[in-house]
C-alpha cells in the first residue's frame, strides 16, 4: 500500500503520566485515513478523528482504561 507521508504522530500514555507507544495516522492512496500503534493494531477511517478514536478504544482494551491516545505534540527548534 503506498503512502503520502506522515499526517499525524500519536502517542498512548497514561492519565497524567509519560508516554507509553507511539505510532502515526497516515493518508492513503485511497484518501483515506489509517493508523497504527505497534502491539495494538492498525485501523482505518474517512477522517483523523475517526481513527484516532478507533485507535484510543483499542489502546484502553491493551493496555487499561486509564490510557488515552493523543496527537504529539510538535516541537519547534528555535
Sequence with gaps: MHMDGIEEEVIVRPLGGMQLSEGYIRKNAEKRFVGNLPGVGSFEGT????VLTL????AKAYYGDDVVVDIAPHLIAC
Design 47 to 50: 477522517t483523523v478523528d475517526e
Design 55 to 58: 485507535l484510543n478504544q483499542k
